[in-house]
């Protein structure tokens, strides 16, 4: 039983060696640590904050990425809503810090048939992806922070899965 609602929210920074806050620069991807969603978790919110980017570059963005996988070193795939099309995004870091938020549903609900539609479901283990790109500038780096925010599983009705995207 829940007696308030502090007990209905679960926060996970999405760690690299530790470390929350990234400084990104090049353009190589990095990789967030694991998150294992079998603790009774039925939905999660993504929330990605990035800072405007360092060293004037004339151009800057991070691209995120869900990725997950069955065990916590496997290989990681793209993640993919109900139509089969990858979780993600662009941010634009060059003239402003932004929050970026995206709800991702159908933890726990994996469907085991993957070459047919409806699509969707999670797979145990969940990593946010960051690639940063910058066009000039003097050694530009981009501030970010990544995050799982869940919510514990209750026992309610789960969603159908449907070929309508509801990610």
């Known amino acids: 039983m829940r007696f308030n609602p502090y007990d209905d929210v679960i926060v996970q920074p999405s ?13 190589s ?7 294992d969603t079998s603790i009774g978790i039925e939905s999660i919110v993504i929330h990605i904050r990035t800072e405007i ?7 800057a963005s991070v691209a995120w990425a ?5 065990t916590s070193g496997g290989t990681y795939t793209a993640a993919t809503d109900n139509t089969g099309t990858a979780i993600g995004g662009t941010i634009n870091t060059k003239t402003v810090a932004a929050d970026t938020f995206a709800r991702v549903e159908g ?9 047919a539609s409806p699509y ?8 946010i992806v960051l690639t940063p790109t910058y066009t000039g500038g003097t050694s530009p780096a981009t501030l970010t922070y990544a995050e799982f ?15 309508v995207s509801n990610t």
């Open 149 to 163: 925010i869940g919510s514990p599983g209750n026992g309610l009705q789960l969603p159908v899965r449907t070929t």
């Open 15 to 27: 760690t690299v060696s530790s470390v929350a806050i990234q400084s990104l620069t090049g353009s």
């Open 29 to 35: 991807a990095v990789n967030g640590d694991a998150y």
């Open 120 to 127: 969707g479901g999670r797979l145990r283990y969940l990593r």
């Open 66 to 70: 869900l990725q997950e996988c069955a």
């Open 107 to 115: 933890i726990m609900l994996k469907n085991t048939n993957l070459t």
């Open 53 to 59: 980017a360092s060293g004037s570059p004339s151009a």
